[in-house]
């Protein structure tokens, strides 16, 4: 095959590390966007605004355009509860299925010391905190269930038991060694309500 342009190779490159996307997947939107009538100077300022507009808030870790998120900043939502996540794509799962009304903690990762990922590189000082100021009563652990998302449940449970506060840890309506993002809403929402308490040593 001849050689493709640099700047096409380049832009196959960059699209191929999108999670689920391929060589052969990267080549097809590749073509598409050179193909395409309207002018692709238009995704790039779509992709400009998202990296300079949207962050993550302040408080839980949701994807924002301001401060606090939808989530914290809605007052009609329980402060009693608060649901433990990997990161934000996992809330997006929760609020899409439904039936939720508690407030929400992005850990942004999982505990892996085979990755090199320690307590110290995630935010469990700012959830500890969080249980701290606030008046929750439960903790709701809803990281995936892997061996990484089971053991990061394990340690939270165990480090910020306090009296008073329950921690439950999501059915398993979500399948072993599952992503959340994956998930249809029906299964999440038999997962929450399914939810067990974990015994704290």
Do not use: W
């Not at 649901?83 to 992005?106: M, N, P, S, T, W």
């Not at 910020?160 to 992503?179: D, K, Q």
């Not at 993002?181 to 067990?196: F, H, I, K, N």
């Amino acid at each position: 095959m001849a050689k493709l342009p640099e700047a096409l190779e380049n832009l196959i490159g960059r699209l191929g590390r999108l999670p689920g996307v391929g060589r052969r997947g990267a080549e097809r939107m590749a073509f598409a966007l050179l193909a395409a009538k309207d002018d692709p100077t238009e995704l790039s300022r779509a992709l400009g605004r998202l990296s300079e507009e949207v962050g993550n808030c302040e408080t839980c870790g949701y994807f924002t355009d301001r401060g606090q998120c939808p989530v914290c900043s809605d007052s009609a939502r329980d402060r009693s509860t608060i649901c433990v996540v990997e990161d934000a794509l996992d809330i997006v799962a929760f609020e899409k299925a439904g039936g939720y009304r508690g407030v929400y903690h992005a850990l942004g990762g999982l505990l892996s010391p085979l990755k090199g990922v320690a307590p110290e590189d995630l935010r469990i000082a700012e959830l500890a905190q969080r249980l701290n100021e606030g008046e929750f009563e439960e903790v709701i652990l809803g990281t995936s269930p892997s061996v990484e998302g089971d053991a990061t449940a394990l340690y939270l449970s165990r480090t910020l038991a306090r009296e008073g506060l329950t921690f439950t840890r999501i059915g398993r309506g979500v399948p072993m060694g599952g992503s959340l993002e994956m998930a249809d809403g029906g299964t999440l929402r038999m997962a929450l309500e399914s939810r067990q308490g974990l015994d704290n040593p």
